[in-house]
């Protein structure tokens, strides 16, 4: 056990220090044996309480067990000053400097701190009492019967360690609290608090005995202050609670004593039940407050446990908002150079200059650069719980074809075989149709990515009882059967092939959290590397049937086409428009219009809002297409001024590397007709146009 550590109240040259503790000592403990045998009943025997005990133990606990010779000179010098028998005062004294003695080094031994905070310390400190006063009272009983009655007496034995006991739990507790800490600071209002609560405490217990009035018609008093011990238990606590016991000791014990009932009869017959009385309530309240003290300081604890667990999460939200803050304008800053590059390419493509398998794969790359920007946005509003479903009653059949559309390209680059099995009959859900399409996308992109060049691919739509189920099969690599719980997490790497293209690895990912947030799940099976994988998604259909199948959803969140000579004759079947590009972007402004105007359309051009503004007052155009990242005002502000001078004539086309709902949200509020996000290609821009011609 670990000792306590005590303050050190002396300090200087050792000898001295010692001879000027054991005076001091010899003193204090000289007057309390002193003031104690004037508790001895007349009858004589044992005292009801002996704060002789408390005294002692306080003192050799606090300044040292070495000071024991103290104890045994000042105690033999009071009593054999008292007329005792010398040789019976030698055996009195030496059985209570043996119980001052050994209950000190007890309550070390069990790491009793006098603070009396904890459980422990309570029980510590009831041992040492029960204990060492066995001890003494055995000494003293047999000094007794050897030197003065001749006789041992059981009695005597039975008040000696009672009274010895019960001094030690209410004496010795307020002295081992209150000399180890004296001094506190206390706010009025505690002041007052304590001024009432041990002004109660004094007056009912001098009412109970001192007085007549010792119950509250049936009501003992002894229950007032159960109550009020309780009281200070909570409020004071281990202070308070031995400054109570001793303050209800004290009246008790002086009332049975020298109040003005005491007698003969009545000091023997209530002696007994007053020790047991006092030893009971110390006991549960010095256990109750310690209790409570341990409560409190797990409660302050818990607190400031909690406090630095907000910090963290504080900081983690800072740190998680930052990430997504920096995520988007990468994203953004990634898409201006990304147009240029685009365009320039699609230029090469519209005048068939170079070869077209080069032209071919670099139009693939950046479209998957596109895309990944697209995914890792995504997946950080769906972390930021930012993300929301746009619902709307479709059929998985038109999910499937969709998919197929965007993912069939990537296929066919690869030389893989592709089959698929539809049920004829549509089955209909309340969905979204574009994170549907998008999560089947990446399920499709991803075998083809990890499927060798001339794989083979499958994808099966079947309907489960009340699921409909999509599965997605490939003879590609196959994943290690270690790794298979470990492909659904965001950037796991290599967890999710064996070996592989690289890549940021959130389209599984992603995929889990779409199909998630349609209360469905997905899953994948393989037989380990080199036997190929299948993913299976499953989602609840509608309790209730949907009236209807709708026609072919188009969908909400813009597609980058693939560049095709069909795909633009259809797109520009409207006729030539005229065109105001409004870009800071000098490059990209100017490919976009290299473009247009190849595409037979008349074209202006600005580079920062003011200009535009007077670019399209001279040229009246029919649709604007606007960046919103200008150099003096944005693009909002643009646009709603160009509304405002030129009305419904022209129609306002956001044009910007900001992709998010609420940036489609705020073009809309601010009057654009459409909203494209860079780095876009020509056949949406055409497509675009001609809607807005039509309309």
Same mark, same amino acid.
């Given at each position: 056990? !670990?000792?306590?550590?005590?303050?050190?109240?002396? %300090?200087?040259?050792?000898?001295?220090?010692?001879?000027?503790?054991?005076?001091?000592?010899?003193?204090?403990?000289?007057?309390?044996?002193?003031?104690?045998?004037?508790?001895?009943?007349?009858?004589?025997?044992?005292?009801?309480?002996?704060?002789?005990?408390?005294?002692?133990?306080?003192?050799?606990?606090?300044?040292?067990?070495?000071?024991?010779?103290?104890?045994?000179?000042?105690?033999?010098?009071?009593?054999?000053?008292?007329?005792?028998?010398?040789? &019976?005062?030698?055996?009195?004294?030496?059985?209570?400097?043996?119980?001052?003695?050994?209950?000190?080094?007890?309550?070390?031994?069990?790491?009793?701190?006098?603070?009396?905070?904890?459980?422990?310390?309570?029980?510590?400190?009831?041992?040492?009492?029960?204990?060492?006063?066995?001890?003494?009272?055995?000494?003293?009983?047999?000094?007794?019967?050897?030197?003065?009655?001749?006789?041992?007496?059981?009695?005597?034995?039975?008040?000696?360690?009672?009274?010895?006991? !019960?001094?030690?739990?209410?004496?010795?507790?307020?002295?081992?609290?209150?000399?180890?800490?004296?001094?506190?600071?206390?706010?009025?209002?505690?002041?007052?608090?304590?001024?009432?609560?041990?002004?109660?405490?004094?007056?009912?217990?001098?009412?109970?005995?001192?007085?007549?009035?010792?119950?509250?018609?049936?009501?003992?008093?002894?229950?007032?202050?159960?109550?009020?011990?309780?009281?200070?238990?909570?409020?004071?606590?281990?202070?308070?609670?031995?400054?109570?016991?001793?303050?209800?000791?004290?009246?008790?014990?002086?009332?049975?004593?020298?109040?003005?009932?005491?007698?003969?009869?009545?000091?023997?017959?209530?002696?007994?039940?007053?020790?047991?009385?006092?030893?009971?309530?110390?006991?549960?309240?010095?256990?109750?407050?310690?209790?409570?003290?341990?409560?409190?300081?797990?409660?302050? &604890?818990?607190?400031?446990?909690?406090?630095?667990?907000?910090?963290?999460?504080?900081?983690?939200?800072?740190?998680?908002?930052?990430?997504?803050?920096?995520?988007?304008?990468?994203?953004?800053?990634?898409?201006?150079?990304?147009?240029?590059?685009?365009?320039?390419?699609?230029?090469?493509?519209?005048?068939?200059?170079?070869?077209?398998?080069?032209?071919?794969?670099?139009?693939?790359?950046?479209?998957?650069?596109?895309?990944?920007?697209?995914?890792?946005?995504?997946?950080?509003?769906?972390?930021?719980?930012?993300?929301?479903?746009?619902?709307?009653?479709?059929?998985?059949?038109?999910?499937?074809?969709?998919?197929?559309?965007?993912?069939?390209?990537?296929?066919?680059?690869?030389?893989?075989?592709?089959?698929?099995?539809?049920? %004829?009959?549509?089955?209909?859900?309340?969905?979204?149709?574009?994170?549907?399409?998008?999560?089947?996308?990446?399920?499709?992109?991803?075998? &083809?990515?990890?499927?060798?060049?001339?794989?083979?691919?499958?994808?099966?739509?079947?309907?489960?009882?009340?699921?409909? !189920?999509?599965?997605?099969?490939?003879?590609?690599?196959?994943?290690?059967?270690?790794?298979?719980?470990?492909?659904?997490?965001?950037?796991?790497?290599?967890?999710?092939?064996?070996?592989?293209?690289?890549?940021?690895?959130?389209?599984?990912?992603?995929?889990?959290?779409?199909?998630?947030?349609?209360?469905?799940?997905?899953?994948?099976?393989?037989?380990?590397?080199?036997?190929?994988?299948?993913?299976?998604?499953?989602?609840?259909?509608?309790?209730?049937?949907?009236?209807?199948?709708?026609?072919?959803?188009?969908?909400?969140?813009?597609?980058?086409?693939?560049?095709?000579?069909?795909?633009?004759?259809?797109?520009?079947?409207?006729?030539?428009?005229?065109?105001?590009?409004?870009?800071?972007?000098?490059?990209?402004?100017?490919?976009?219009?290299?473009?247009?105007?190849?595409?037979?359309?008349?074209?202006?051009?600005?580079?920062?809002?003011? %200009?535009?503004?007077?670019?399209?007052?001279?040229?009246?155009?029919?649709?604007?297409?606007?960046?919103?990242?200008?150099?003096?005002?944005?693009?909002?502000?643009?646009?709603?001024?160009?509304?405002?001078?030129?009305?419904?004539?022209?129609?306002?086309?956001?044009?910007?590397?900001?992709?998010?709902?609420?940036?489609?949200?705020?073009?809309?509020?601010?009057?654009?007709?459409?909203?494209?996000?860079?780095?876009?290609?020509?056949?949406?821009?055409?497509?675009?146009?001609?809607?807005?011609?039509?309309?």
């Amino acid at each position: 056990m !670990v000792a306590v550590t005590m303050p050190p109240l002396f %300090s200087g040259h050792p000898t001295a220090t010692y001879a000027l503790r054991f005076g001091l000592l010899t003193l204090i403990y000289g007057t309390a044996v002193w003031i104690s045998l004037w508790l001895v009943p007349a009858t004589g025997g044992a005292s009801l309480v002996w704060p002789v005990a408390a005294v002692g133990l306080a003192g050799l606990l606090f300044w040292g067990i070495n000071l024991w010779p103290a104890l045994t000179l000042s105690f033999f010098l009071v009593v054999a000053a008292g007329g005792v028998d010398p040789s &019976a005062a030698v055996g009195v004294a030496l059985g209570n400097t043996l119980e001052a003695v050994l209950g000190a080094h007890l309550l070390i031994w069990l790491g009793f701190h006098p603070l009396m905070s904890r459980l422990r310390d309570a029980l510590g400190l009831i041992l040492a009492a029960f204990t060492s006063t066995f001890v003494s009272a055995t000494v003293i009983a047999a000094s007794t019967a050897l030197f003065i009655t001749h006789s041992f007496s059981a009695d005597l034995w039975t008040s000696l360690w009672i009274g010895h006991s !019960v001094s030690l739990l209410s004496f010795g507790a307020f002295a081992l609290r209150w000399g180890y800490r004296p001094f506190f600071a206390k706010s009025q209002q505690e002041l007052f608090e304590g001024l009432a609560l041990f002004g109660l405490v004094g007056f009912v217990s001098y009412l109970a005995a001192w007085t007549e009035f010792d119950s509250l018609g049936p009501v003992s008093l002894v229950y007032v202050l159960v109550f009020l011990l309780i009281w200070a238990s909570l409020r004071a606590g281990p202070r308070g609670t031995t400054l109570a016991l001793l303050i209800m000791t004290l009246i008790s014990t002086t009332a049975l004593l020298f109040g003005p009932d005491a007698s003969l009869e009545r000091a023997g017959s209530l002696l007994f039940g007053m020790q047991v009385l006092i030893g009971t309530l110390s006991i549960i309240f010095l256990l109750f407050t310690s209790i409570t003290e341990e409560r409190k300081e797990a409660v302050i &604890a818990l607190g400031a446990q909690v406090g630095k667990l907000e910090d963290a999460l504080l900081k983690i939200s800072s740190e998680d908002a930052a990430k997504s803050e920096f995520i988007a304008i990468l994203a953004h800053e990634l898409r201006n150079p990304l147009s240029p590059v685009l365009s320039g390419l699609e230029i090469l493509k519209a005048k068939e200059s170079g070869p077209k398998e080069v032209l071919h794969m670099m139009g693939a790359h950046l479209h998957t650069l596109a895309r990944l920007l697209d995914d890792l946005l995504d997946i950080t509003r769906i972390s930021q719980k930012k993300f929301k479903l746009e619902r709307e009653v479709t059929t998985l059949q038109h999910i499937i074809e969709r998919s197929l559309e965007m993912a069939g390209p990537y296929m066919a680059e690869r030389n893989h075989t592709f089959t698929k099995e539809m049920p %004829s009959q549509d089955i209909l859900m309340d969905a979204d149709p574009v994170r549907l399409t998008q999560a089947v996308v990446n399920l499709l992109n991803n075998a &083809a990515k990890y499927t060798p060049p001339g794989g083979t691919i499958s994808l099966g739509l079947v309907k489960e009882g009340r699921q409909a !189920v999509i599965r997605v099969r490939d003879n590609g690599q196959g994943i290690a059967i270690e790794r298979l719980r470990k492909v659904f997490e965001p950037f796991a790497g290599g967890a999710q092939r064996s070996k592989g293209p690289g890549g940021l690895h959130i389209g599984l990912s992603l995929v889990r959290r779409m199909v998630e947030l349609h209360a469905g799940t997905v899953v994948v099976k393989s037989g380990g590397v080199g036997q190929g994988s299948e993913f299976t998604i499953r989602l609840p259909l509608p309790a209730a049937p949907l009236e209807k199948a709708p026609e072919p959803i188009a969908p909400k969140k813009e597609t980058r086409g693939r560049f095709s000579k069909e795909a633009m004759e259809h797109a520009r079947a409207a006729g030539p428009v005229a065109v105001l590009v409004v870009d800071d972007n000098e490059a990209a402004a100017q490919m976009l219009c290299t473009l247009l105007e190849h595409n037979g359309h008349t074209v202006s051009l600005a580079h920062t809002g003011l %200009s535009a503004l007077d670019v399209a007052r001279q040229t009246q155009p029919q649709v604007a297409l606007l960046d919103i990242g200008l150099p003096d005002i944005d693009g909002y502000e643009v646009g709603k001024r160009l509304r405002a001078e030129l009305g419904a004539q022209v129609a306002l086309v956001a044009l910007t590397g900001y992709g998010q709902p609420e940036d489609r949200e705020r073009a809309r509020q601010a009057g654009f007709d459409d909203h494209l996000v860079k780095p876009v290609s020509i056949v949406d821009v055409e497509r675009i146009l001609a809607q807005l011609r039509r309309a």
